[in-house]
């Protein structure tokens, strides 16, 4: 038996769904809001740091970069999104897939950077 490929993708996450993800042993993202229609998680950990340290921390205080595996099967579904140049790619889940997409994560999601507010640029 071959072992499973996986991709590695990075999601930024204020306090409220860092919250949220420990609830779930770090094991799955929550569901969307309904003003969410898509989950975006992102091809690098330069964008996911960009958007929770310009984003994440004027926002909430803080900003967290998560890291995690997907089933490479699961993503070959979806294409990547470039959203406003090729250093910003994401993956755009819709909101109704959650629970497919959670399935698809092997391992635990782990949290790769912390971003104060006092360390913002």
Same mark, same amino acid.
């Given at each position: 038996? #071959? ?9 930024? *996450?204020?306090? +409220? ?5 420990? @609830? ?7 569901? %969307? ?8 998680? *992102?091809?690098?950990? &330069?964008?996911?740091? !960009? $958007?929770?340290? &310009? ?16 089933? !490479? ?9 470039? +959203?406003?140049? %090729? ?11 959650? @629970? #497919?997409?959670?399935?698809? $994560? *092997?391992?635990? $999601?782990? *949290?790769? @950077? $912390?971003?104060?507010? @006092?360390?913002?640029?």
């Amino acid at each position: 038996m #071959s072992e499973m490929e996986t991709i590695t993708l990075w999601r930024p *996450v204020g306090p +409220a769904e860092l919250e949220l993800l420990r @609830d779930t042993a770090m094991r799955a993202f929550p569901p %969307r809001l309904p003003e969410q229609p898509i989950f975006y998680p *992102v091809t690098t950990r &330069d964008y996911a740091i !960009k $958007i929770a340290r &310009d984003w994440n921390v004027p926002a909430s205080g803080s900003g967290f970069v998560t890291e995690f595996d997907v089933r !490479k099967d699961y993503l070959d579904h979806y294409d990547v999104q470039e +959203a406003g140049g %090729r250093a910003h790619r994401e993956y755009w889940i819709p909101a109704e897939e959650m @629970d #497919s997409f959670n399935a698809a $994560i *092997v391992g635990e $999601i782990r *949290v790769v @950077d $912390i971003f104060p507010e @006092d360390e913002t640029v």
